[in-house]
């Protein structure tokens, strides 16, 4: 069984198989943080976040306000599984997104 620091290594350089190594990831909790960038405006972000974690507008403009001023926030916490399909629909505009442990 792997640590979640061997997954984590794996999980930045692609090299991470979910199906392999189910039984070490089943109760992590990850994070989903996003990125600020200089060329999304604040209603695409908002409309992207509320497509990935199926938020309130006020809570996808919460979020957004917080990247534009901190440069990220963490906009998702739950299962490796989940935090991918998160992160799937935020990319699907080019956001820039990163999964921690």
């Known amino acids: 069984m792997k640590d979640k620091f ?3 290594s794996e999980l930045q350089y692609g090299q991470y198989n979910p199906e392999q190594d189910e039984e070490t990831i089943t109760g ?3 994070k989903v943080i996003l ?3 200089d060329w999304h405006t604040f209603d695409e972000v908002i409309v992207q976040l509320i497509k990935a974690i199926k938020c309130s507008y ?3 403009r919460e979020f ?3 990247v534009h001023v901190k440069g990220k926030a963490i906009v ?3 299962q490796l599984q989940e935090c ?3 992160t799937s629909v935020l990319e699907e505009i080019a956001l820039n997104t990163q999964i921690v442990a």
Do not use: C
Request: no cysteine; aromatic share 20%.
């Open 6 to 8: 061997s997954i984590m």
């Open 28 to 30: 992590l909790a990850f």
């Open 35 to 37: 990125y600020n960038d």
């Open 58 to 60: 006020e809570t996808a």
């Open 64 to 66: 957004a306000f917080e």
């Open 76 to 78: 998702y916490n739950g």
């Open 84 to 86: 991918l399909k998160v």
